[in-house]
Structures are given as C-alpha cells and as structure tokens.
C-alpha cells in the first residue's frame, strides 16, 4: 500500500473489554513497531517484529497486552480487560528491516486514539 | 544508557525566529540520529537524520547540529513558520538494531 494503515482510528471502550486494534504495513516491509503515546507525551515502545524472528516483546507494560503478526503483513495489538490508564493513541510503524549497513526510517501510521471509559 | 533527553518540552517563537530542540544521549552505540515531525492527529514522520561521522546535517531551512564529543545533537528551524507548529522528536538508534530510542518530544508553537 501506499502507506501504513490503522484501524480503527478511533475506539471507545467500556472498562474491563478487550480490544483489538490492527495495523496494516508498507507493502515489503518486515519490520513492525507498536507504540503508545499517551497525551502530549513521547512515544513509548511496546513490541517489534521482524520477519519470521520472534518478536521483541520488552516494552508490554502488562500481560494484558499480547500482539501478532502473520508473515510480514497485517499486525494486531488486543488488550485484554482494558483499564482507563491504557487511554492513549496507538502507533504502528514499518520499515525495511534493518539490513546491515542501512539506516532505519520508520514510517508511521496515523493511530488508533483509544478511550476507555 | 539507552535514554535520549530532549528539552525544552515546549518552545514558543515568533514567526521568522530560530527554533532550537536539544538532545543528549549516553550510548556511544548510537550512530544514527534521525528527526521526527508529529502534526496532531497524524503519525510521527521523518524530517532529517544525521550520522556521527558529520558535524552538521542541512536541509532547507532545517539543520541537525551534532557534536559527538559532548553526545548531543540539536535541530534548528531558521525562519519559523505557523506551518512548523508541530511536535518534535529526537531519535537515537544503532546500525543493524532494531529499537530506535525516541525524546519525550518538543511541542513547539510558532506565533505569527
């Protein structure tokens, strides 16, 4: 595609629902990227996947939080019995997949601003 | 170590000042330092990287500044715009890695 794509781009949930929100990369992209941006703050890692390598899951805040790719395409983020501290918008980035020598650009989607009431 | 610090949090100019975003880092790893521009309601975008091996970066009237002895490296915006109100981030990652260590960001407001 011509770009990353987010959907939905905007969720309101209720309390203790479980959400999904999907993220679909630039067409031959490997790598994927989740962040959480939280209200007029900076951008907080979440979970990194590279092609068929496992993925780096070291910035999850909770096991509430699980995320899936399927081979180098579509990726979901679920958050499981949402609490209102999770409101914030969620980012999805790709890139090319950091062959060596090259320097990483990051393209980003335009988030999913999510409520949780 | 894998911190990048990024002041101010917001900058107020007037329209045709310098804008000034400083970042400091610790990991002598890093060797690339790219820029990203957040317009609210869209998604963080690249403006302009830098590699250590330059001092200075320039595109148009935007300009990395990098000084490695000190591990800091700054943006300057000649000749501010309202079009140039926007968030800003500063990266830091290493070759070959995949994490990309973002600032807090700078939200910056360009009166006309």
């Known amino acids: 595609g011509a770009g990353v794509s987010q959907s939905p781009s905007n969720k309101v949930t209720e309390k203790g629902k479980d959400v999904e929100l999907r993220c679909d990369p630039i067409s031959g992209h490997t790598a994927l990227y989740w962040y959480r941006q939280r209200l007029g703050q900076g951008l907080e890692f979440l979970i990194y996947?590279?092609?068929?390598?496992?993925?780096?899951k070291s910035g999850l805040p909770s096991d509430r939080f699980s995320a899936e790719r399927t081979g180098e395409s579509v990726s979901t983020l679920t958050i499981q019995r949402t609490q209102q501290e999770d409101s914030a918008v969620y980012l999805c980035a790709s890139s090319s997949g950091g062959l060596a020598g090259l320097q990483e650009t990051q393209y980003f989607g335009p988030g999913t601003r999510l409520l949780v009431l | 170590q894998q911190q990048v610090k990024q002041s101010p949090q917001s900058l107020i100019v007037q329209k045709g000042g310098i804008s000034i975003i400083n970042c400091a880092y610790e990991?002598?790893?890093?060797?690339?330092f790219p820029w990203y521009q957040q317009f609210p309601g869209k998604g963080p975008a690249l403006l302009i990287a830098i590699r250590p091996d330059v001092s200075e970066k320039k595109e148009g009237r935007f300009t990395i500044s990098f000084n490695k002895s000190a591990k800091q490296f700054s943006l300057h915006i000649m000749d501010s715009q309202p079009g140039d109100s926007a968030t800003y981030f500063c990266a830091a990652s290493v070759t070959g890695g995949f994490k990309t260590i973002f600032g807090a960001g700078t939200r910056l407001f360009v009166k006309a």
């Open positions: 990991n002598t790893a890093f060797d690339y």
């Open positions: 996947f590279q092609g068929n390598s496992a993925p780096d």
